[in-house]
């Protein structure tokens, strides 16, 4: 395996991580707040595919991003009616909601557009275009030299093939990504907001007592997780693959949740853990059959590999990881 | 008077959950430009209009019938098992290869294999919900991320083992070889035939609904007149109070959710060794979490999962004739699922709460 595979793997783990990393840090407010979201999974999927439905409609993936965006909170909305308002399960509400995107997404494809469950593919405008970085290189340089991109990104030296191929030409959702991550610390560990937020998931009613509105606060956890979860799908129709396609989160927000595990429900760890699962699912789609001399791991095990490993975080043998403690709990004012 | 009458509890709440579920369903199909009721009659006939709809109503409606008491059997000890697709996964592997390997000569008669075939899907499938349980039970880690972990897991592992090792040599498609003709379970067809009464041949109801049906009426008694019953729901009710009484949480949790991974495992004996007679890569058809609303409908009591799961057999027979007649996807059914397991599950108390104030307040009337 030579240097330039190897930055060829990381920059495709990076595009896989993306999604995960944005529903991963849905899941962090959601569940820093008390509020556990399984439906991270279906919010990903109406996003996504009110995102490339409107994109193919309108042409822009501008208005595609808008429209994902608000499906996906309008379900983190249900979810906080039913959990916060309602005081109910939060985990059968998050189920229920996967469920409801699962035929939601299908059936409102079919009427739209007949073709099997899919939007059309999206072309052009309808897609958000790489961001080639200043002296990276790219198409235009490709077209100056008159040879193939690939060409000349073999032939130059190492540290311009990590920044063309694993920096720069991701679309602005990737950078928006990886943003979000020091902006989620920044909220939550730097900010009166997020003390509050964070305090609201371990103990309600201590914040309740310092006269702030433990409602409001779940609340605006769950518009947040709704964004968030919003841009994953959004960048899986537009900008990993180009349209919808019937369970094209598959799994994605289970995946997420097991990353938010992993991290320990911390916004940094939280980058590692994603590129991590990420990093796995460029392996497995690179290779299909790994051989480590004799010993063949086939491509189900590496599939499978970001569920066992957090199984076996959670049983707590590399390391305890400890959920808020007033996760899934329905808060009662006291009269 | 300060609670709601018995049969207020029991059925009317169910009935007005179940009645917006379904109203919202028929504006779905409505917004997507179809004729909710016309597709009404087409699902009622296509479920019930021949002995053909019949059987494979009564088919889905044993498979839900399993993995329902499954999920209420967790629920009751108050656990969430959404693992219920995974253990009937791997329960049907059980199934599979006892089919496959136990020597016909030890199953001269499809009701040994049978026996066979069911005490090696409850292992599997209680195997599958021990490890869950235990990290849940020693480790306090959440049995529901688990669960829906040890759910990809199994769909590898078959994925694994239908492309690898029990692949029929020289076959296109990950499916093992076909099982020995003396595992093949009779169907509605062949045990109804002898009582005069005609019943489709190609429909794939079987003998496996006798025994889901016995399974109710155990699960009951084990439930509901067994000290094992009453620990698992003294345990689901207070786990404090329970454990004063001298109930070891550990026990509970572990035999609750073994229990329950044995049921969803025992679905195999419908689906793998009844209908597919062989493994194949997707025998459950999400029947695992289609048990969750099963559970929520019938209130975690046998007879209720009973009638939902015939409801939801309904459902899932009607809706694959509506695909085929109008322009409707079969995911409809997901969404009817979805839309009951919310209002049922999760939503519960937004009709609560309006119906057990008219009831108070009514009461209150009447004292006056």
């Known amino acids: 395996m030579d240097f330039l595979t190897i930055v060829q793997i990381a920059d495709s783990a990076l595009r896989l991580a993306t999604p995960l990393l944005f529903a991963c840090l849905a899941g962090l407010f959601s569940e820093r707040a008390g509020i556990f979201d399984i439906g991270l999974e279906g919010k990903i999927l109406v996003s996504a595919f009110m995102a490339a439905a409107i994109a193919s409609v309108t042409g822009s993936v501008w208005l595609g991003l808008l429209c994902g965006v608000f499906a996906s909170i309008s379900f983190s909305a249900v979810h906080g009616v039913a959990s916060i308002t309602f005081r109910g399960n939060q985990l059968i509400s998050g189920v229920a909601l996967n469920f409801l995107a699962s035929g939601l997404t299908v059936l409102a494809a079919q009427a739209w557009f007949s073709q099997g469950g899919r939007t059309p593919p999206l072309m052009g405008k309808g897609r958000f275009p790489p961001i080639e970085l200043p002296f990276a290189l790219g198409k235009s340089d490709a077209e100056a030299a008159g040879v193939p991109l690939r060409v000349l990104i073999d032939q130059a030296n190492p540290i311009q093939q990590v920044y063309s191929e694993f920096i720069s030409g991701h679309t602005i959702l990737v950078y928006v990504a990886l943003l979000m991550v020091p902006l989620s610390w920044f909220v939550l560990f730097r900010t009166r907001f997020g003390l509050r937020l964070?305090?609201?998931?371990?103990?309600?009613?201590?914040?309740?007592?310092?006269?702030?509105?433990?409602?409001?606060?779940?609340?605006?956890?769950?518009?947040?997780?709704?964004?968030?979860?919003?841009?994953?799908?959004?960048?899986?129709?537009?900008?990993?693959?180009?349209?919808?396609?019937k369970e094209m989160s598959a799994g994605r927000g289970y995946i997420a949740l097991a990353a938010l595990i992993f991290a320990k429900w911390k916004p940094v760890p939280a980058l590692g853990a994603t590129f991590l699962f990420g990093l796995l699912e460029a392996i497995a789609n690179r290779y299909q059959n790994i051989d480590l001399g004799g010993i063949v791991i086939p491509v189900q095990f590496m599939q499978a590999l970001p569920y066992i490993l957090t199984v076996v975080i959670l049983a707590g043998f590399v390391g305890k990881s400890v959920a808020p403690k007033a996760g899934g709990q329905p808060y009662v004012k006291e009269r | 008077m300060d609670k709601m009458p018995k049969w207020a509890d029991v059925a009317l709440i169910p009935f007005l959950n179940l009645?917006?579920?379904?109203?919202?369903?028929?504006?779905?199909?409505?917004?997507?430009?179809?004729?909710?009721?016309?597709?009404?009659?087409?699902?009622?006939?296509?479920?019930?209009?021949?002995?053909?709809?019949?059987?494979?109503?009564?088919?889905?409606?044993?498979?839900?019938?399993?993995?329902?008491?499954?999920?209420?059997?967790?629920f009751k000890a108050a656990m969430f098992n959404?693992?219920?697709?995974?253990?009937?996964?791997?329960?049907?592997l059980g199934v599979g290869l006892a089919c496959l390997f136990i020597p016909t000569v030890l199953m001269p008669h499809w009701s040994i294999a049978l026996i066979f075939a069911m005490i090696a899907g409850g292992l599997f499938g209680a195997g599958w919900a021990l490890i869950p349980a235990y990290l849940q039970a020693k480790r306090g880690s959440h049995v529901v991320i688990t669960t829906i972990m040890f759910n990809?897991?199994?769909?590898?592992?078959?994925?694994?083992l239908l492309i690898k090792p029990l692949k029929l040599k020289g076959a296109q498609e990950s499916a093992s070889a076909s099982f020995p003709d003396v595992t093949n379970l009779?169907?509605?067809?062949?045990?109804?035939?002898?009582?005069?009464?005609s019943f489709s041949k190609s429909a794939p109801a079987n003998v496996s609904l006798f025994v889901a049906l016995?399974?109710?009426?155990?699960?009951?008694?084990?439930?509901?007149?067994?000290?094992?019953?009453?620990?698992?729901?003294?345990?689901?009710?207070?786990?404090?109070?329970?454990?004063?009484?001298?109930?070891?949480?550990?026990?509970?949790?572990?035999?609750?959710m073994m229990l329950s991974g044995a049921i969803s495992g025992l679905m195999a004996i419908n689906a793998t060794m009844g209908q597919h007679e062989r493994l194949i890569l997707n025998?459950?058809?999400?029947?695992?979490?289609?048990?969750?609303?099963v559970a929520l409908m019938g209130r975690n009591h046998p007879f209720g999962v009973l009638l939902a799961a015939l409801l939801f057999g309904f459902l899932y027979q009607g809706g694959s004739e509506l695909s085929l007649w109008s322009k409707i996807p079969r995911e409809l059914i997901v969404v009817i699922q979805g839309l009951v397991i919310l209002f049922t599950g999760a939503l519960d108390n937004m009709v609560r709460m309006p119906v057990e104030r008219m009831f108070i307040a009514a009461a209150k009337r009447k004292d006056a």
């Open chain 2, 283 to 293: 025998a459950v058809e999400g029947a695992g979490f289609i048990g969750i609303a």
């Open chain 1, 198 to 245: 964070r305090a609201v998931g371990e103990n309600p009613a201590a914040v309740d007592t310092a006269g702030v509105s433990v409602i409001k606060l779940r609340y605006a956890s769950m518009a947040i997780a709704g964004t968030l979860c919003g841009l994953s799908g959004v960048y899986l129709a537009t900008g990993l693959g180009a349209g919808f396609i």
């Open chain 2, 214 to 256: 016995a399974m109710c009426v155990v699960v009951y008694l084990l439930m509901n007149r067994s000290r094992l019953g009453y620990e698992i729901r003294a345990f689901g009710e207070s786990p404090t109070a329970s454990v004063y009484a001298g109930i070891s949480p550990t026990k509970i949790i572990i035999v609750a």
């Open chain 2, 19 to 74: 009645l917006i579920a379904f109203v919202l369903s028929g504006l779905v199909i409505f917004a997507i430009g179809e004729n909710p009721f016309k597709a009404l009659m087409t699902m009622i006939d296509g479920a019930f209009g021949s002995t053909y709809g019949w059987g494979y109503t009564l088919y889905y409606t044993t498979n839900f019938i399993f993995t329902g008491l499954a999920v209420s059997i967790a």
């Open chain 2, 152 to 160: 990809f897991i199994a769909t590898a592992l078959m994925g694994y």
């Open chain 2, 186 to 197: 009779p169907t509605l067809h062949e045990l109804l035939a002898p009582l005069g009464i």
């Open chain 2, 82 to 92: 959404i693992g219920g697709e995974g253990q009937a996964m791997i329960g049907g």
